[in-house]
């Protein structure tokens, strides 16, 4: 705004001298003349120059955020939506780094008086929500009491758009996204952290059908116009809109206010199902790669939930780390993402990498060599960060399920879970996150408290 100045002249001259003689009526006229014409004339030359140097810039419109001219779990239904049978293709010794001049290189700091986060070398669980009001939910907190598991990942958003319990968030009651299954979230939240749990708000980003069928302005949409829908039927919202951006912030703040330390982004990507080679994204999406936009939300959200005193996570694709040409297919660049997250999740579950990759002839048969070489490429991938940038802390998450839907498996228990965290320390990682769709863990995989 324009800064006002008020310009106040004293004229009181009541405590004259006895005998002092009276200026003429005439001559007052014209002292007071002169003096509020030389008034005038700098006020006025004043205002202009304010107006050529000091005058505010309108503010971008971006309502496109990609529009620079004006201004699995994360596999669909836990199947593995990118089998990599390329080469072991290694990422550039220099990442580029997005062109959006409105990235920084490290995120904006905080002050470490403010920062009062307390980190916690995460062992977690997956939790669906319909579990948690089932005898099974005291199955898992009794499993969480008796071995070295301390934290739980809870879905808060989950992979239809619902929300999962009763959230105060405009949108999502506009769309019908708000359920009840979980009937008293704070209750439960209080519950856990009694029993010193960590909790993790799991928040699907951009498959998100719901929204895009009741907001199909913010959907993706096909050439024709119609809400482009991947392989199972689900739709999925456009990245470059802001307004989603604003939406899953919003599910995220809520989600921290009620208690959970840390927020967990799923499917922060783009759709992999047939026919996204010809979609349209809107205005600006031709100028902005889906690695940069997917990057620049990333950025977005981290400087939006840090400040409420919670972690921010993201879980990505394991090919990404190797591969850039499955980082530029789902939009995930590793390094880059790890500039703008506190925990990065990388999903590198032995069944979801082909035949071959990183001279494993059948990775799901080997889980300790295939998790080691995966881990061992993230650490080389992100030393590539200059000493003293923000990078994030690698947690990633491990297969405790049985891929029967590949040629090559074999059934996942105790044995193999423990290989992958064996695996995990072999590179100087410590922590971990399990993966089952249907919430049975391996509990002789683990060990005891």
């Known amino acids: 705004m324009k800064n006002k100045h008020d310009m106040y002249i004293d004229y009181n001259r009541s405590n004259k001298r006895r005998g002092k003689r009276n200026h003429s009526r005439i001559g007052m006229f014209i002292v007071l003349f002169l003096l509020c014409l030389g008034l005038g004339s700098a006020t006025y030359f004043g205002v202009k120059a304010y107006q050529k140097h000091g005058k505010e810039q309108k503010p971008e419109d971006t309502t496109n955020i990609g529009d620079d001219t004006t201004s699995t779990q ?28 409105s990235i920084p290189a490290t995120p904006t700091p905080l002050a470490e008086a403010t920062d009062n986060r307390i980190p916690v070398k995460v062992k977690g669980i997956y939790v669906t929500a ?171 959200a981290y400087e939006k939930i840090k400040p409420l005193g919670v972690y921010m996570s993201a879980d990505v694709f394991g090919t990404i780390i190797s591969s850039t040409q499955d980082a530029a297919l789902v939009g995930q660049n590793y390094s880059e993402m790890a500039k703008y997250l506190d925990y990065i999740c990388p999903m590198i579950y032995p069944s979801h990498f082909g035949e071959g990759n990183y001279g494993i002839q059948y990775p799901d ?50 044995k193999e879970l423990r290989e992958q965290i064996k695996a995990d320390y072999s590179v100087d990682y410590e922590e971990w996150l399990l993966w089952n769709a249907s919430c049975r863990y391996s509990e002789d995989g683990l060990l005891k408290e």
Not at 226 to 255: C, F, H, I, M, S
Not at 365 to 377: D, G, H, Q, W
């Open 130 to 300: 319909p579990i948690v009001g089932t005898s099974k939910m005291d199955d898992l907190i009794q499993m969480v009491d008796s071995t070295e598991v301390n934290a739980m990942v809870i879905d808060i958003k989950d992979d239809h758009g619902k929300i999962t319990y009763k959230m105060d968030s405009a949108l999502a009651k506009e769309i019908g996204a708000v359920t009840n299954t979980i009937p008293d979230m704070k209750t439960l939240v209080d519950t856990l952290k009694e029993k010193n749990i960590y909790l993790i708000a799991r928040i699907v980003a951009f498959k998100d059908p719901l929204l895009a069928e009741k907001r199909q302005d913010l959907a993706i949409k096909n050439p024709d116009g119609t809400v482009y829908r991947d392989n199972n039927g689900d739709g999925w919202v456009n990245p470059y809109k802001k307004e989603v951006w604003d939406y899953l912030v919003d599910v995220a703040t809520q989600a921290a206010m009620i208690g959970f330390n840390e927020i967990q982004f799923d499917y922060i990507r783009f759709s992999t199902g047939l026919g996204t080679t010809d979609v349209d994204f809107g205005a600006g999406s031709a100028n902005i790669s889906k690695e940069e936009i997917i990057t620049k939300f990333t950025k977005y």
């Open 365 to 414: 048969l080997e889980p300790y060599n295939i998790i080691r070489k995966v881990l061992t490429a993230s650490k080389e991938q992100l030393d590539q960060i200059p000493v003293g940038e923000h990078r994030a802390i690698v947690r990633p998450w491990l297969q405790d399920f049985t891929a029967s839907w590949i040629k090559h498996y074999q059934k996942y228990g105790g």
């Open 74 to 101: 994360d596999t669909d239904n836990y199947q593995p939506v990118i089998v990599q049978t390329v080469t072991n293709s290694p990422r550039p010794t220099t990442v580029p780094t997005p062109t959006i001049t």
